[in-house]
């Protein structure tokens, strides 16, 4: 199992799950440029959803503590769903932002794989000498 990617269990705050990226023996520049990029931007999206995660944590528990002190024990799933559309609406540029963030990254992402598998039909073009 030397040979593959691993990954772990969902970290408790981001909800993603982290990946070790297999080094290769003879890893090609195109095949480490890949797993730096994709190393970067797991790192980014991870930074992003912890970020993101804690802000939503501390304002719902700031939220529920609103409610309590107007001596409402428990919240209903109705004022809970207000709280999450408010969240949601007060957030919507951060999210905007991030989805075209992630879009520009996963395109160079691809952009390094189609590079490296190219690469790597060039090296068997060579060995197969067509």
């Excluded at 993101?52 to 503590?65: C, D, G, P, T, V």
Aim: proline fraction near 4%; hydrophobic fraction near 35%; aromatic fraction near 14%.
């Amino acid at each position: 199992m030397n040979n593959v990617d691993s990954v772990g269990p969902p970290d408790p705050v981001s909800n993603l799950r982290p990946i070790k990226y297999h080094i290769p023996k003879h890893e090609s520049l195109a095949e480490r440029q890949l797993r730096l990029k994709r190393i970067e931007v797991a790192k980014w999206n991870h930074e992003f959803w912890t970020n993101h995660n804690l802000r939503f944590i501390k304002e719902r528990e700031a939220y529920k503590k609103c409610l309590s002190d107007k001596g409402i024990s428990t919240a209903t799933a109705d004022q809970m769903s207000e709280f999450y559309k408010d969240f949601l609406d007060r957030n919507w540029k951060t999210h905007m932002n991030y989805n075209f963030e992630w879009y520009k990254k996963n395109i160079s992402i691809v952009r390094l794989m189609m590079n490296k598998n190219i690469f790597k039909a060039i090296q068997w073009i060579k060995i197969f000498k067509f």
